[in-house]
């Protein structure tokens, strides 16, 4: 939530005091389970989150990432994704 925001925009309390934008995640939560290891390792300029919560809780948190994302998601970000509550993310 800090950096991606309560609906995955990308515009959390801490990207202001980040240098590199945060991804706008609404719309390309497709497949919740494919992200777990990217979410607990990290990649890129995103910290990993293994000390932080286990698997599990990061599956849970990325299946509410998707519905909510998926909500509030710009037209665009939806084309050719399927209205599934158990979606996940895209890259």
């Known amino acids: ?3 991606h925001g ?5 515009n959390g309390a801490a990207t202001a ?5 945060v991804p706008d995640l609404r719309g390309k939560v497709t497949n919740p389970d494919d992200l777990v ?11 990993g989150f293994e ?7 990061t ?5 509410h990432l998707a519905k909510i994302a998926a909500k509030d998601a710009p037209a665009e970000a939806l084309k ?6 158990d979606s996940g993310v895209d890259d």
Request: proline residues 5%; contains cysteine; glycine residues 12%.
């Open 17 to 21: 005091a980040l240098i590199q934008p």
């Open 1 to 3: 939530v800090q950096c």
């Open 37 to 47: 290891q990217l979410v607990q390792l990290g990649r890129g300029t995103m910290p």
């Open 80 to 85: 050719g994704t399927a209205d599934d509550e």
């Open 59 to 63: 599956l849970r948190t990325l299946k």
């Open 51 to 57: 000390t932080s919560f286990d698997k599990h809780d």
């Open 6 to 10: 309560s609906t995955g925009a990308g």
